[in-house]
């Protein structure tokens, strides 16, 4: 736990293959506020006065009012922690939430003396705490899924060709643009050393140096940008036979970072730039090189197996290019 | 070239397209001397098959003369051979056409993305068959371009005549499998569903395969009195008779061995109420094929038989008989055809003379007439049971 690859949070499981982080704590101290949310809710709305009474703001309709609106708030944050599979951005809706309680109880002071005034108080010290840890929780959720989502990606795919095979065709890098639609080229340069030239949006291109980091034939390649790469970046490929002469299981992962962080990666992903989408084309195309020698092109789709392509397709009828009538 | 084009539901037109030409290594280009249309092509110009889009060049049924060849087509193929197309494009070198399995060839649709979100799975890709299967142009044209030519066609010397083998690109192959999959057995009765191309050659097939009796079933007498006179099958019309009724009788009981379900996701029903129950759940798209015959053909099939599914279905069916299906140990068995697999030893019964295929057709018109060829063939005009075009 706790080696950094381009700057990722990262654990290294048994097949010596790195993988990011998964932040579970966060993940369950989410869960555990939505129960609390669901409970403060029902407590709200079935004891009324009770609870009126215990903040010191028995005295006034609207305090009353707004208390049970407060709980009505609470169902919602219940669900927005409890029913997705992630529980990610709801903790935000609670401290949100947290933000009113603490503008209503600063209100509720304002006017009340004595014995109301010492319960608004504790009430408010109360939230102060509750709102600290919904702060704590809701960074902590999303930090973990911006690590998760933005920066690493998968991708696995059954290759008919035997361990060997499959290793020998990706350890020569120069056949990655191939199937890898955002390279344009790859240069061996020395040993273990190659430069890498991709496509970058608006027509731009980006040039990076990458080193073999582990290389172990027929198993597995990793590889990582060296210092200096203007998006830092690193992967791995490993190749495991399939049952039963089923050929090779290729899975890969990817790191990087992406340029203009969690924003550029989101802007990238509304134009059709999603990493994950794209490292499951390339290892689409990776199967049609490998197999049949071409990657499959019809009139649709004459470049291929990629998002945009899928997205924005031609008329199923032959292309203009070469025109020669016959 | 010429080709005729979907436009939208129900509108097709013959339109100036650009000429295909070579994308790939081992794509060839065709030049078209006959080409069908197909009972599927129906479904296509209806909109029931999601992802057509205007100008797509229909046609996947097609023959002709190489005119042009990618410097990796193996296997001997040279410019002016005479070859068949076989519909589903099948590259020869992944695991499931290496088993045989050509129409779920796993590298063969570059749109396997999109087929991964509605069905799970990528089946092959299929020339003129919508976006989901590849966006590949079809073959209802005067020249296609055929990847993996080297698997996808077979050559077909000059003594046999075009309506002799053309029907080997699917129809053909296609009912035959429908018959294999039943596994027959001597004394086997076998109930088709539609007596379309693929029944008609289903129960060809049955009775080549060793079937004692087949009959099959539709609702126009005259394609009904083809199949009697070409297959030697017996018939029902379902307009007249009730089905599971006289399937019992015929079979004192037992049911059909197997049963083929030629028909597909646009299914008919003699009880009016039945088909506008269906017509209208696909039209608010509850559901996306009306799955009339294979119902009855799990309900009047024998305990312990096989439907074969061979009619084409695209999406989602309602009120399928689950309890029959289990609680009487059926078996089902489906596919599109791997016309690449059949291709070869059906054209060996059709020189033996086992098969004359080209008794399916009835209409013969140029190119520039297939929207007439697919109205009359869609509203089954003219005893119209199967339409060549000579582009």
Redesign the interface.
């Given at each position: 736990m706790g080696r950094t690859t381009a700057g990722m949070r990262s654990v290294t499981d048994s097949l010596g293959i790195e993988r990011a982080g998964e932040d579970r704590g966060s993940e369950g101290l989410a869960r555990f506020l939505g129960w609390v949310s669901l409970g403060l809710g029902v407590t709200a709305l079935a004891r009324r006065e009770q609870v009126s009474r215990l903040s010191g703001v028995d005295d006034s309709p609207t305090a009353r009012r707004v208390l049970a609106a407060a709980g009505v708030r609470e169902f919602g944050h219940a669900a927005a922690l409890l029913i997705p599979r992630r529980a990610g951005w709801g903790a935000w809706t609670r401290v949100a939430g947290d933000m009113l309680d603490l503008a209503a109880a600063g209100q509720a002071m304002k006017g009340r003396h004595g014995e109301r005034r010492r319960r608004v108080t504790y009430t408010t010290w109360a939230l102060a705490g509750i709102t600290a840890v919904d702060v704590y929780t809701a960074v902590r959720a999303t930090r973990g899924r911006r690590g998760r989502d933005a920066n690493r990606v998968y991708g696995s795919v059954t290759v008919n060709r035997s361990t060997t095979e499959a290793y020998r065709f990706w350890h020569d890098f120069e056949n990655l643009p191939r199937f890898m639609s955002h390279l344009q080229s790859v240069q061996t340069t020395g040993d273990r050393r190659s430069r890498w030239t991709a496509k970058a949006p608006a027509g731009r291109k980006v040039t990076w140096d990458a080193e073999i980091v582990d290389d172990r034939p027929g198993e597995l390649i990793t590889w990582r940008s060296i210092d200096g790469a203007q998006v830092p970046n690193s992967g791995s490929v490993r190749f495991v036979p399939a049952t039963g002469g089923r050929g090779t299981e290729v899975r890969v992962e990817l790191g990087f970072r992406a340029p203009g962080g969690i924003f550029g990666a989101r802007v990238a992903k509304l134009f059709g730039e999603d990493p994950q989408q794209q490292v499951c084309d390339d290892l689409r195309r990776f199967k049609q090189v490998i197999e049949t020698g071409e990657v499959t092109r019809s009139d649709a789709s004459p470049d291929g197996s990629t998002v945009q392509q899928q997205m924005k397709q031609r008329p199923a009828q032959p292309l203009a290019t070469h025109g020669s009538g016959r | 070239?010429r080709?005729n084009?979907w436009i939208a539901p129900n509108n097709v037109a013959v339109k100036s397209?650009?000429?295909?030409?070579i994308?790939?290594?081992?794509d060839a280009v065709v030049r078209i001397t006959s080409t069908a249309i197909c009972g599927s092509d129906l479904h296509l110009l209806q909109g029931y098959i999601p992802a057509m889009?205007?100008?797509?060049?229909l046609g996947h049924e097609f023959m002709g003369e190489v005119?042009e060849l990618g410097p990796?087509v193996r296997d001997g193929l040279s410019i002016g051979d005479r070859v068949v197309v076989a519909f589903p494009i099948a590259?020869?070198?992944?695991?499931s056409c290496?088993r045989g399995l050509y129409s779920i060839c796993?590298?063969?649709?570059?749109?396997?993305?999109?087929a991964e979100k509605v069905m799970g799975h990528s089946p092959a890709?299929i020339f003129?068959y919508s976006?989901l299967l590849?966006?590949?142009?079809?073959g209802q044209a005067?020249?296609a371009?055929v990847?993996?030519a080297d698997v996808g066609t077979i050559k077909i010397d000059d003594d046999l005549a075009d309506e002799q083998v053309l029907f080997l690109s699917d129809v053909l192959p296609t009912g035959y499998m429908a018959a294999e999959m039943c596994d027959i057995r001597r004394g086997d009765t076998i109930a088709i569903w539609g007596a379309g191309p693929v029944g008609q050659f289903a129960a060809a097939s049955a009775l080549l395969l060793g079937a004692e009796r087949v009959i099959v079933i539709d609702r126009f007498p005259y394609r009904l009195r083809i199949a009697r006179e070409n297959t030697g099958a017996e018939t029902i019309n379902y307009e007249q008779t009730d089905v599971l009724d006289a399937l019992r009788e015929m079979t004192a009981g037992r049911g059909p061995d197997a049963c083929i379900d030629a028909v597909g996701m646009e299914g008919h029903h003699a009880s009016a109420a039945l088909h506008a129950y269906d017509k209208a759940k696909q039209a608010t798209k509850a559901e996306t094929d009306r799955p009339h015959a294979l119902r009855e053909a799990v309900l009047s099939c024998r305990n312990g038989g096989t439907i074969s599914v061979i009619g084409a279905y695209g999406g989602f069916i309602d009120k399928f008989p689950m309890g029959s299906f289990m609680n009487r140990s059926l078996n089902m068995r489906s596919g599109q055809a791997h016309v690449q697999r059949y291709m070869r030893p059906l054209l060996e019964r059709i020189r033996k003379g086992e098969i004359d295929p080209s008794f399916i057709i009835t209409h013969t018109m140029g190119l520039e007439d297939a929207p007439h060829g697919f109205d009359i063939f869609k509203n089954k005009q003219d005893e119209c049971l199967k339409v060549v075009l000579k582009p």
């Open positions: - | 070239m080709a084009c397209v650009p000429d295909p030409q994308l790939n290594p081992r889009q205007k100008g797509d060049v005119v990796g590259c020869g070198n992944c695991s290496e796993e590298n063969s649709n570059p749109n396997a993305g999109i890709g003129g976006h590849g966006g590949y142009a079809g005067q020249y371009r990847p993996y």
